[in-house]
């Protein structure tokens, strides 16, 4: 079965800090892809950044980045330089064949 | 011009009622998907369609229909609505039955049943 967990149902961060946001996964499919999306309060579902599982090179997307550890099933997303508007659901994802399975989902608060 | 559109955005209806939700695609995508997001946000799929196909059907109450007319469209039918069923649906495309470049979103139907 596939499951994915994020440990942290809220986090906070400073304006202009940076956060890690926590995330593992298990699959049973060799082939797979993480993903995170970030859902604002507008609901819709935006993707943050992707990476291939059989790539070794962390995914990196402006201030987003991933510490992705393949060995321990983790993929971590931190937002370094954090703005206001990062504030948001944040939701680690793991996908193969027709289908995610997602997180719970973490809360990002930015403080002003 | 939306990528993928659902309508509509709100849909209150009561208990017993029967509604349906539509979407649609202009990317190109050959695979769709239908996600229902609780009130605890947990995000959780319930039908896969590929080329108008059924792929997944996630243990969903058989009061849920999926349709497909095109690989553009995917409507999703609900009978006998109940409380339970409250929740924001989400449609969403890929293309191929891999996810790898992940799902296009649509802006989601909040569902309230009373």
């Known amino acids: 079965a596939q499951t994915v967990t994020q440990s942290q149902p809220e986090m906070s961060v400073q304006e202009a800090e940076t956060v890690t946001l926590s995330c593992t996964y298990d699959t049973s499919e060799s082939d797979y892809y993480l993903f995170w999306y970030k859902q604002p309060p507008s609901r819709q579902m935006i993707l943050v950044i992707r990476?291939?599982?059989?790539?070794?090179q962390n995914a990196t997307e402006n201030r987003f980045s991933v510490n992705f550890q393949k060995a321990a099933k983790s993929f971590s997303l931190k937002i370094s330089d954090s703005q206001l508007g990062d504030a948001a659901m944040y939701f680690c994802a793991s996908g193969g064949t027709y289908k995610y399975i997602f997180g719970t989902g973490t809360r990002l608060k930015v403080l002003a | 011009d939306t990528a993928v559109s659902q309508t509509p955005k709100y849909l209150v209806t009561q208990m017993g009622n029967d509604k349906s939700i539509k979407c649609e695609q202009n990317?190109?995508?050959?695979?769709m998907y239908w996600y229902k997001q609780d009130s605890k946000k947990f995000l959780k799929i319930m039908f896969s369609?590929?080329?108008?196909?059924?792929?997944i059907n996630e243990t969903v109450p058989n009061r849920f229909s999926p349709k497909s007319p095109d690989k553009a469209h995917l409507n999703l039918h609900i009978n006998s609505l109940e409380l339970g069923d409250s929740a924001v649906y989400f449609c969403?495309?890929?293309?191929?039955?891999?996810?790898?470049?992940?799902?296009?979103f649509g802006s989601g139907t909040r569902l309230t049943v009373v």
């Open positions: 369609y590929n080329n108008k196909e059924l792929i």
């Open positions: 990476q291939e599982a059989y790539k070794q």
């Open positions: 990317l190109g995508h050959d695979t």
């Open positions: 969403a495309s890929s293309q191929g039955n891999r996810v790898n470049y992940g799902y296009t």
